[in-house]
């Protein structure tokens, strides 16, 4: 296996001048040199193809003992030197302060057909930055964030991407929920690609610590290998990277809002400079329609990074990231006028999201009206959300509306005459809508499909897969993992994952309870 190693973070960017692994405060630095801990006897249990063929690497390749080896941190490929990240950030609206890759080492950078693909392990041991924490990973929470980040990235939502899910063959203790009830797990490791791992929290840090000097430097080298096209560095180049900055991060969330993915921990930390979804945690998918849902249970009382408020959060965000580069440009103006093109930028783009997902593709004065009602119903009763969506695609003004979609309630039985009633006005005044409409019903059933998945990465399905790999069965890993590779396909084949919750996931860790740890 031959890898075109360029290394452009270490080489450009100043490193931690301390060797030595051991937790500390880094000053003056973008990252520290770190080797992954070697693992009693690391298993590869499954391979993206897909991302073999992006990064070049053969499929023969990926089968050696040394594709493993690599991949989970137990030999360092020639001429790489791995490393961890420096960054801080706002956890949960509050400055923590130096944060870092605590889990996670960059093996190495590399190129291939013109770009550039940074490849880094999840869960290959401790780092300067590991404060009390082990550095590792288990198996549950690294199955999640393998098959999630394939499954948004075929969704068509900007993601990182996973290349290998690997067993550490260690075991590792873990407090699920943060109970007092640690217990071992199985260890595994994940190796993550993505064009960057930056997040606000890089720019953060240096700010926060008056280090002008390297705040100019990281944002210099983001320009000039991220958003090539704002030429040199200038006040003007920095103003317009925030502003695309900004944009990215606000489409990125729009597509969150039209499939109902809840990332569950929007820390600042976690908000990649390229609007990309970063950091698979407590995240969770809308199952009953709720703005008000969040699945981290660390979030549960406060309730910060629900669904509804995840838009909110973005610019909350962009104000942090906003403070941390004002030191560059030095007028807070152009950054206020486009933290103002946010929120409008939002209204406009989440009332086209919604459009789009019901088929309106002409425009109404009552358009806003209509998608409010909408909202308003599906709350009255316990809906699936992905369900609701894609029956809607089959409604014409000849059929029953309410009959069409009453598979994606979860209790018909407790549907009131009043909530039908309320329906049946509704689809009322969608038919309405869509004689106003060009398209026939097909070509509107087709755009419909096009935006509203019909499979998506369900916790319990998550769990399943997690539950059936514990027991050293990993089918089903790749079953979901092949279904997710096609979410707005019919795929009868897989029919079944076309389903509400399942009852027993109602209350069940891993399902609807998660935390930071899963």
């Given at each position: 296996?031959?890898?075109?190693i360029?290394e452009?973070?270490?080489?450009e960017?100043p490193a931690?001048?301390t060797?030595?692994n051991?937790?500390?405060?880094?000053?003056?630095?973008?990252f520290?040199y770190v080797?992954?801990?070697?693992t009693?006897?690391?298993?590869?249990i499954?391979v993206?193809?897909?991302?073999?063929?992006?990064?070049?690497?053969?499929?023969a390749?990926s089968?050696?003992?040394?594709?493993r080896?690599?991949f989970?941190?137990?030999?360092?490929?020639?001429?790489?030197?791995?490393y961890?990240?420096c960054y801080g950030g706002h956890q949960?609206?509050?400055?923590?302060?130096?944060l870092g890759?605590?889990r996670?080492?960059n093996?190495?950078?590399?190129?291939h057909q013109?770009?550039?693909?940074?490849?880094?392990l999840k869960g290959a041991?401790?780092?300067?930055?590991?404060?009390?924490?082990d550095?590792?990973?288990v198996l549950r929470?690294?199955?999640?964030?393998y098959?999630?980040s394939?499954?948004?990235?075929?969704?068509?939502i900007p993601?990182t991407?996973?290349l290998?899910?690997?067993?550490s063959g260690?075991?590792v203790?873990?407090?699920?929920?943060?109970?007092g009830n640690?217990?071992?797990?199985k260890?595994a490791i994940?190796?993550r690609?993505?064009?960057?791992f930056?997040?606000f929290g890089?720019?953060e840090?240096?700010a926060a610590?008056?280090?002008?000097?390297?705040l100019?430097?990281?944002?210099?080298?983001?320009?000039?290998?991220h958003?090539p096209?704002?030429k040199?560095p200038s006040?003007?180049s920095y103003?317009?990277?925030f502003?695309?900055v900004a944009?990215?991060?606000?489409?990125m969330i729009?597509?969150w809002q039209?499939v109902g993915f809840v990332?569950g921990?929007?820390n600042t930390?976690n908000?990649s400079?390229l609007?990309?979804t970063?950091d698979?945690g407590?995240?969770?998918?809308?199952e009953?329609?709720?703005f008000?849902w969040t699945?981290?249970t660390?979030?549960?009382q406060?309730?910060?990074?629900?669904?509804?408020?995840?838009?909110n959060i973005?610019?909350w965000?962009?104000?942090q990231?906003?403070?941390a580069?004002f030191?560059?440009?030095?007028e807070?103006?152009?950054?206020?006028t486009?933290?103002?093109?946010?929120?409008?930028n939002?209204?406009s783009q989440s009332?086209?999201m919604?459009?789009?997902?019901?088929?309106?593709?002409s425009?109404?004065?009552n358009?806003?009206?209509l998608i409010?009602?909408?909202?308003?119903?599906?709350q009255?009763?316990?809906?699936?959300?992905?369900?609701?969506?894609r029956l809607l695609?089959d409604f014409s003004?000849e059929k029953?509306?309410?009959?069409l979609?009453k598979?994606?309630f979860y209790n018909v039985?407790?549907?009131?005459?009043?909530i039908?009633?309320k329906?049946q006005?509704?689809f009322?005044m969608?038919?309405?809508?869509?004689k106003?409409e060009s398209l026939?019903?097909?070509?509107?059933?087709?755009?419909?499909?096009?935006?509203?998945?019909?499979?998506?990465l369900r916790?319990?399905?998550?769990?399943l897969a997690?539950d059936a790999a514990?027991?050293?069965n990993?089918?089903?890993?790749d079953e979901l993992?092949?279904?997710?590779?096609?979410?707005y396909d019919?795929?009868?084949?897989?029919?079944k994952w076309?389903?509400?919750r399942?009852d027993?996931?109602r209350?069940k860790?891993?399902?609807?309870m998660?935390?930071?740890?899963?």
């Amino acid at each position: 296996m031959k890898l075109p190693i360029i290394e452009t973070f270490t080489r450009e960017l100043p490193a931690d001048s301390t060797l030595e692994n051991s937790r500390r405060q880094v000053f003056e630095a973008a990252f520290s040199y770190v080797n992954p801990k070697k693992t009693a006897a690391p298993k590869l249990i499954h391979v993206s193809e897909e991302m073999l063929s992006t990064l070049g690497i053969s499929k023969a390749d990926s089968r050696t003992s040394y594709f493993r080896d690599i991949f989970t941190g137990n030999e360092i490929y020639p001429n790489s030197k791995p490393y961890a990240m420096c960054y801080g950030g706002h956890q949960f609206g509050t400055w923590a302060g130096q944060l870092g890759d605590g889990r996670a080492i960059n093996l190495f950078e590399i190129e291939h057909q013109s770009k550039h693909w940074k490849l880094q392990l999840k869960g290959a041991g401790e780092t300067p930055y590991s404060r009390n924490a082990d550095g590792l990973a288990v198996l549950r929470s690294s199955i999640r964030e393998y098959l999630c980040s394939e499954a948004m990235f075929h969704l068509g939502i900007p993601t990182t991407r996973a290349l290998s899910l690997s067993l550490s063959g260690d075991k590792v203790l873990r407090d699920i929920m943060y109970d007092g009830n640690p217990a071992y797990e199985k260890g595994a490791i994940v190796c993550r690609v993505a064009e960057s791992f930056l997040r606000f929290g890089n720019y953060e840090i240096l700010a926060a610590r008056n280090d002008v000097k390297n705040l100019k430097i990281l944002v210099d080298y983001t320009l000039k290998h991220h958003f090539p096209h704002l030429k040199n560095p200038s006040k003007e180049s920095y103003i317009e990277f925030f502003r695309e900055v900004a944009e990215r991060t606000l489409s990125m969330i729009i597509h969150w809002q039209r499939v109902g993915f809840v990332h569950g921990v929007m820390n600042t930390d976690n908000m990649s400079i390229l609007g990309l979804t970063i950091d698979y945690g407590p995240y969770g998918w809308l199952e009953g329609f709720d703005f008000g849902w969040t699945p981290n249970t660390t979030d549960r009382q406060h309730k910060r990074y629900r669904y509804g408020n995840q838009p909110n959060i973005g610019l909350w965000n962009l104000y942090q990231l906003a403070n941390a580069l004002f030191p560059l440009i030095k007028e807070a103006a152009p950054l206020e006028t486009i933290l103002n093109e946010y929120k409008i930028n939002f209204e406009s783009q989440s009332l086209q999201m919604m459009k789009s997902k019901l088929g309106l593709f002409s425009s109404d004065e009552n358009d806003a009206k209509l998608i409010q009602n909408l909202e308003d119903i599906l709350q009255l009763t316990e809906t699936d959300m992905t369900i609701f969506f894609r029956l809607l695609s089959d409604f014409s003004s000849e059929k029953n509306g309410y009959e069409l979609i009453k598979e994606a309630f979860y209790n018909v039985e407790n549907i009131t005459e009043n909530i039908k009633s309320k329906w049946q006005n509704w689809f009322e005044m969608y038919a309405n809508y869509l004689k106003k409409e060009s398209l026939s019903v097909v070509e509107r059933k087709q755009k419909m499909n096009a935006v509203n998945p019909k499979y998506v990465l369900r916790n319990y399905m998550a769990q399943l897969a997690i539950d059936a790999a514990n027991l050293e069965n990993y089918s089903l890993i790749d079953e979901l993992f092949q279904l997710l590779k096609n979410p707005y396909d019919e795929q009868p084949t897989y029919q079944k994952w076309f389903a509400k919750r399942a009852d027993w996931a109602r209350d069940k860790v891993g399902c609807s309870m998660l935390s930071c740890s899963s």
